[in-house]
């Protein structure tokens, strides 16, 4: 074999022995990216775990035997005094952390009046609707200082069934969402709590959106609840239908307290007030809520309490007739008032 014939072979069998290495050549990788590699095919990919330890959820349901009365000018129903039943639900869904916290709530009531049905007249109904509440609030706060939130409040207050202003009136009085108020807040509370003071909290909400809707149109037609009635002619026929909504701007507060008034706190007190103010479209026109409970503790789960709403609103009329005329009118309803003596049992879970 010539020289020329060597030097090929040569040549060959380097690059062989070079291709050789380059093929079993590795990377280097740090510890961990290893350990990576090497579980990769034997783990699952998993979703991602989220942390709920920040919630916390209390449910509560309640049944009582009320003995129940309301003012002659309240809102809803008739004014008879009556013993009934009552169902309470409470849901609370509230989020904290350091410097945030998110509250939800549905607050459900209704109260039921039987009637022996032979002694009331033939187109009486026998099965009333005397305490019917619907409650859906969410509020996020953000820690300014120790004890002081920034907050954003929104409140729908509205009704389930419908009620009457009888047992034998035909056509309800208000139904659901007819009205329903929606609170939409901007502001700031102070909150503080003690072992007998659980409860102590003031919000103030400068900017307030309070819209009320009453998206039943017949009583729309009717200017239920303020908003702008149908327009009608001479014959009383209708032009233009009523609003099914009203818009305000104003200010709204709210303060809360809860006492217990014996260390074994068995025995509290506690009381929810609210006022809103409009100040653009009727200055000094509003809303005022206040609820008083003073309740018992017979055993855990059942307690002795009596229960006082006040209310005040300035879109709430009531019809009186004159007597030496027989012709009815309009008027503002003034202040309100639901009273109920109650023993109940409750249910958290």
């Known amino acids: 074999m010539n020289k020329r014939g060597l030097y090929l072979l040569g040549w060959i069998a380097a690059l062989l022995c070079l291709s050789g290495q380059a093929g079993f050549s590795q990377v280097v990788v740090d510890s961990?990216?290893?350990?990576?590699?090497?579980?990769?095919?034997?783990?699952?990919?998993?979703?991602?775990?989220?942390?709920?330890?920040?919630?916390?959820?209390?449910?509560?349901?309640r049944f009582e035997t009320a003995l129940h009365s309301v003012s002659k000018n309240w809102y809803q129903s008739d004014n008879?005094?009556?013993?009934?039943?009552?169902?309470?639900?409470?849901?609370?869904?509230?989020?904290?952390?350091?410097?945030?916290?998110?509250?939800?709530?549905?607050?459900?009531?209704?109260?039921?009046?039987?009637?022996?049905?032979?002694?009331?007249?033939?187109?009486a109904r026998n099965l009333s609707v005397n305490q019917n509440y619907l409650r859906l609030e969410t509020v996020y706060g953000v820690k300014l200082v120790r004890r002081f939130d920034f907050e954003a409040n929104a409140k729908l207050v509205t009704q389930i069934m419908p009620s009457y202003a009888s047992n034998t009136a035909k056509e309800s009085n208000k139904t659901f969402m007819a009205p329903g108020v929606l609170d939409i807040g901007l502001?700031?509370?102070?909150?503080?709590?003690?072992?007998?003071?659980?409860?102590?909290?003031?919000?103030?909400?400068?900017?307030?959106?309070?819209?009320?809707?009453?998206?039943?149109?017949?009583?729309?037609?009717?200017?239920?609840?303020?908003?702008?009635?149908?327009?009608?002619?001479?014959?009383?026929?209708?032009i233009q239908h009523g609003k099914q909504y009203k818009m305000v701007w104003g200010v709204r507060t709210q303060f809360k307290i809860k006492y217990f008034i014996l260390e074994n706190q068995k025995f509290w007190a506690s009381n929810d007030f609210s006022i809103f103010v409009d100040y653009a479209e009727n200055p000094g026109a509003g809303q005022i809520d206040n609820k008083f409970i003073l309740s018992y503790e017979i055993t855990k789960n059942i307690s002795l309490s009596y229960n006082m709403t006040l209310r005040?609103?300035?879109?709430?009329?009531?019809?009186?007739?004159?007597?030496?005329?027989?012709?009815?009118?309009?008027?503002?309803?003034?202040?309100?008032?639901?009273?109920?003596?109650?023993?109940?049992?409750?249910f958290n879970f």
Do not use: C
């Open 32 to 61: 961990k990216t290893a350990d990576f590699l090497r579980n990769f095919d034997q783990q699952k990919i998993k979703p991602a775990h989220i942390d709920t330890s920040y919630w916390s959820v209390s449910r509560e349901l």
């Open 80 to 123: 008879r005094s009556s013993l009934r039943l009552n169902m309470y639900s409470l849901i609370n869904a509230n989020y904290i952390r350091e410097y945030t916290r998110w509250n939800n709530t549905l607050d459900l009531r209704l109260g039921f009046l039987w009637e022996d049905a032979g002694k009331l007249a033939d187109d």
């Open 187 to 238: 502001g700031a509370s102070y909150n503080y709590s003690t072992k007998r003071l659980p409860t102590l909290y003031i919000s103030f909400y400068p900017v307030n959106n309070n819209t009320t809707f009453v998206l039943n149109q017949r009583l729309a037609d009717a200017g239920t609840s303020g908003v702008d009635p149908a327009v009608k002619d001479d014959q009383g026929n209708i």
């Open 312 to 346: 005040y609103y300035d879109s709430d009329r009531v019809t009186r007739t004159d007597p030496t005329t027989g012709q009815s009118a309009q008027y503002y309803a003034g202040l309100e008032m639901m009273n109920d003596m109650t023993i109940g049992l409750k």
